[in-house]
């Protein structure tokens, strides 16, 4: 759901760019030199909306920790995903300027997935994960 409404607004800030460009284009009001920055403007359009889109595949919204295996669902995927702990490369704390944002997830095939700090349970869970990650690392 999340997915195609990002779309349709990205198809509809895109849309609008072209057609403010074209309006302004035949108005006259424009010189041609000026097209290129519209080009830009609208790749930069592009480029946000498909950066917030793979974010979104990534960001887990609902997870359940069993002690042995993950099962969570990203924003982005409605299908439940599931991993267990020997797939699990590591867990580090993700932080932004104001501090901890949430816990970043690898696994061995190279996945990445974000956990929110605001997610329920995500501090406890991330703290067993991380104890078992060690311990079949070195245990």
């Not at 000026?34 to 919204?61: C, D, H, Q, S």
């Not at 069993?66 to 669902?73: C, I, Q, Y």
């Not at 997935?113 to 991380?130: E, F, G, K, R, S």
């Amino acid at each position: 759901m999340y997915t195609s409404f990002s779309l349709a607004m990205g198809v509809l800030f895109i849309a609008m760019g072209l057609s403010t460009a074209n309006s302004i284009r035949h108005a006259g009001a424009v010189p041609e030199r000026m097209l290129p920055f519209f080009a830009l403007f609208l790749a930069i359009i592009v480029f946000n909306i498909g950066a917030l889109m793979w974010f979104r595949r990534r960001l887990i919204k609902d997870f359940i920790w069993d002690g042995r295996a993950l099962r969570f669902h990203t924003l982005g995927v409605e299908q439940e995903q599931l991993r267990d702990i020997a797939e699990f490369s590591w867990l580090r704390d993700w932080s932004g300027r104001g501090g901890r944002i949430g816990y970043r997830i690898r696994f061995r095939d190279g996945q990445k997935v974000y956990l929110d700090i605001t997610t329920p349970n995500a501090a406890a869970a991330a703290q067993q994960m991380q104890a078992r990650i060690d311990t079949s690392r070195f245990g």
